[in-house]
């Protein structure tokens, strides 16, 4: 173990070494260091009829406005292919990203850091784990039509290689939607999550508190009070998980989940925000005692934000409480505690209440170039008429510190520390910890 406290200790003097060498590179070009290569399609008379310079900035323009910010997005593209007119373009991008862990004092049954899989039984083969995994690299597509009935639509898809089994690579669809005035219709991050409430880790899942996965939707969002103000809503596919029982069974679903959230804005560039947000599910399934169908009830609601206290630093965070929410709510997804049958009578079902809440913050040392985060989430699942037994799922907590570090606007290299902890009913608990590096290179 001391030679690994060595090797980490090493490496992040490393990375505090060669800041200042490329500081100065980073800071000539960090108001105008978005120069993508852009390829123009057309005949050479063609092209020569437009301000091809002008041309160009409309397109950066294009791209800039239509990205996004927050956990797990992605860079703005280095390649466009486009017509001279701008009617539409195309940029192709993605990264290449391997990360190095290592388990020690207790190993995770998961290649991401999730509470709930931390076996609470110590035995021979969950001690210590070492992995090393690049199917969190990514390929993505987009593609923009500056329409004169729908005005400008985007198209985007990207994908990573997390299909299948731990370490199986198989190509796995990540989004794929399209978005034109303030509709978007397709596959993409649940609404339920706040992109910007979570800080960066190495770690893929993040905070088991947060709730970013994806689902297919019907989303229609609006800005008003002078862009101050920004109102979602959301038909959603739904994902039910429980525990039915002798007396139940489950059953295709018939109703979508409906989310909502109203978001208020401000600051430098609108960097600083808060959000409510709530999620309303009808979910179905069968009464083998009645032979009829019957539903359960779940709701939820969450408050989150991130604020820019100043340049060097931000503050995340938010809290979750509701029953029957499993899906949106990080440690909990696809386990079975949606709703579960009543031990007190058998022929009745109960929704489960559960909640959750992250704070971190993120100081940026030298913005840009070098950041350091921390933080701590925690998330609780309530007993209910005595349904849980001794060894199920009571309590999970994430606590992480990491350093990242990007030596050119393409290539960032990283550092993370996590602990994590599982609790079960019994009160029986037991913690990991991991340690990882990571190298990203996008293009």
């Known amino acids: 173990m001391r030679r690994f406290r060595q090797f980490y200790l090493a490496l992040t003097l490393i990375l505090l070494s060669i800041v200042p060498a490329i500081a100065q590179q980073h800071h000539c070009h960090h108001k105008h260091r978005y120069h993508p290569n852009i390829y123009l399609i057309a005949e050479k008379q063609t092209a020569g009829e437009y301000d091809i310079d002008a041309i160009h900035i409309d397109i950066i323009n294009d791209y800039k406005e239509t990205s996004r910010r927050g956990f797990q997005q992605l860079p703005n593209p280095q390649f466009i292919f486009a017509t001279p007119n701008n009617r539409f373009s195309l940029a192709l991008g993605g990264y290449i990203n391997l990360r190095t862990s290592y388990d020690f004092k207790g190993a995770v049954g998961n290649i991401d850091f999730v509470p709930y899989d931390i076996a609470t039984t110590e035995d021979y083969a969950n001690r210590q784990r070492i992995m090393m995994d690049a199917s969190t690299s990514r390929l993505y597509l987009k593609a923009i039509i500056n329409s004169k009935a729908l ?8 994908m990573d290689f997390r299909g299948g089994e731990e370490f199986s690579y198989l190509p796995r669809l990540r989004t794929a939607y399209v978005q034109f005035k303030g509709l978007t219709i397709g596959r993409d991050v649940t609404t339920f999550c706040d992109l910007e409430a979570a800080p960066r880790t190495i770690d893929f899942q993040g905070p088991n508190a947060y709730n970013f996965n994806f689902n297919e939707m019907i989303r229609y969002e609006v800005d ?21 029982g002798e007396n139940f069974s489950p059953i295709y679903q018939r109703v979508p989940d409906g989310i909502a959230y109203l978001q208020y804005t401000w600051g430098e560039n609108r960097s600083s925000h808060l959000r409510a947000s709530a999620v309303v599910r009808d979910m179905y399934l069968h009464n083998r005692v009645t032979s009829e169908n019957t539903t359960q009830l779940g ?74 985060s921390g933080g701590y989430s925690e998330v609780r699942l309530e ?32 550092v993370e520390y996590l602990h994590g902890a599982r609790e079960n009913m019994n009160e029986t608990k037991r913690a990991a910890n991991r340690l990882s590096i990571m190298a990203q290179y996008n293009f």
Request: proline share 6%; glycine share 10%; net charge neutral.
């Open 151 to 158: 005005g400008r639509v985007v198209v985007f898809s990207d």
């Open 224 to 244: 008003f009070a002078r862009n101050h103000l920004r109102f979602g809503i959301a038909a959603e596919m739904p994902d039910v998980n429980g525990t039915y």
């Open 299 to 372: 709701w939820g609601v969450q408050l989150s934000g991130h604020i820019n206290i100043m340049r060097w630093v931000s503050i995340y965070m938010n809290g979750v409480y509701g029953k029957g929410i499993t899906p949106y709510i990080q440690d909990l997804t696809g386990s079975p505690y949606d709703f579960a049958y009543n031990p007190e009578d058998p022929k009745r079902i109960q929704t489960m209440p559960m909640w959750g809440w992250q704070a971190a913050a993120q100081f940026n040392i030298i913005p840009g170039i070098l950041s350091a």
């Open 383 to 414: 007993e209910r008429n005595g349904y849980l037994a001794d060894d199920q799922y009571r309590r999970g907590q994430y606590i992480f510190g990491n350093i990242f570090c990007n030596i050119t606007p393409n290539f960032t290299v990283a």
